[in-house]
């Protein structure tokens, strides 16, 4: 007896639990806090699912509740023969037609929004000039971080995506490696990305990610897809048709040399050839797509070092002295691998650092 109490009150406890966490999403990161057309399609849905769930749930429970008050055997007797249904046409259709007029109320809508969703003919449309009318992204992913490629502007950039607010954004799928999957919670999604096919959709952005708290929305890789999958995140940066043309104009331009003396020492040695980090990683928006290591053009612009850690020097430096350490899997080479052997000095570390922090797009 006992025993079965102390389940009871851990069934309530957590239903409680349950209900107490669902109030406690962030916008820049919540599916239940939808931030454009796609999310909120989406998010339609869950809630026409929920309430025919709902309905099933509430009319399946009356209809149990009545037969337990109305036919139980301290009130009919024990010889009580209810009257035998078996054969009846009207009952037959009612238990065939409602199931399927419950189907079909979910299914048109979802279907609907499925097809409109891969409707990606626009994609290729043109001005009387021959110039694309919509903005289209080319996203790489790998093991773990992610390339987006504008193939119009010519700019290449990583792990933060940058769009316009207030229009479709056109996108093609693709990975350099095993399979991943590309989400952002509170814009729509999610869509596969496979090795061997590229997959199109689109997203629509209603608000401009400064208002949010962390400045961005938060993007996920939602297929598990090695040992660091957890921290295979990017961030997008949601902003006026204005602000994003100026960006584009910033990414296009060649990147100013180091000014501060630290960050001069950390160019020179970035771009040693025993150090080979120039090998992997290009530092211009306009370098070709397809590098073995992220484009770090916006590096300084970024909130996250690889993705998850906080966007400070100190943790520059831990990454490069040992990134498997914190993202286990991941194809980036050790400190000794990068210098000829050798441990970076302190110094050297802090000059990468200064560098690093000194590449910046944005005004």
Request: with cysteine; aromatic share 10%; hydrophobic share 45%.
């Amino acid at each position: 007896m006992m025993k079965g109490l102390t389940n009871w009150r851990l069934f309530a406890l957590m239903t409680a639990l349950l209900v107490f966490l669902s109030g406690c999403g962030r916008e820049e990161i919540s599916t239940l806090i939808p931030a454009g057309k796609v999310a909120q399609d989406q998010f339609n849905l869950l809630l026409l699912s929920t309430a025919v769930m709902t309905f099933v749930i509430i009319v399946v429970t009356i209809i149990f509740v009545l037969a337990i008050v109305k036919f139980r055997r301290s009130k009919l007797g024990d010889d009580m023969i209810p009257e035998q249904v078996e054969g009846s046409a009207k009952l037959e259709f009612i238990w065939t037609a409602v199931p399927i007029v419950l189907l079909l109320i979910l299914a048109v809508p979802t279907v609907y929004s499925t097809f409109d969703l891969a409707d990606v003919t626009a994609m290729d449309s043109i001005d009387e000039e021959g110039n694309q009318t919509s903005l289209t992204v080319n996203v790489t992913s790998y093991l773990y971080w992610w390339e987006f490629e504008y193939p119009e502007q010519g700019i290449v950039t990583a792990q933060e995506l940058v769009v316009p607010t207030n229009e479709r954004v056109y996108f093609n799928l693709i990975s350099a490696d095993i399979k991943h999957s590309f989400w952002i919670p509170s814009i729509g999604g999610k869509l596969d990305v496979n090795p061997e096919n590229v997959n199109k959709f689109y997203l629509e952005f209603d608000k401009e990610s400064a208002l949010l708290d962390d400045g961005v929305y938060y993007g996920k890789c939602a297929e598990l897809c090695g040992p660091s999958h957890a921290l295979m995140d990017f961030k997008v940066k949601s902003v006026d048709r204005e602000e994003f043309d100026q960006w584009v104009a910033s990414m296009q331009e060649e990147p100013e040399p180091a000014s501060e003396t630290t960050a001069q020492a950390g160019e020179e040695l970035f771009g040693l050839e025993g150090a080979s980090c120039i090998g992997c990683h290009a530092v211009s928006g306009t370098a070709p797509a397809g590098m073995p290591g992220p484009n770090l053009a916006t590096f300084g612009d970024r909130n996250r070092v690889a993705g998850f850690m906080e966007h400070t020097e100190e943790n520059i430096k831990k990454w490069i002295q040992d990134p498997q350490k914190h993202k286990p899997g991941n194809l980036m080479p050790d400190a000794k691998t990068l210098n000829g052997g050798e441990d970076f000095t302190e110094e050297e570390l802090d000059a990468l650092a200064a560098y690093l922090m000194s590449l910046s797009v944005e005004q």
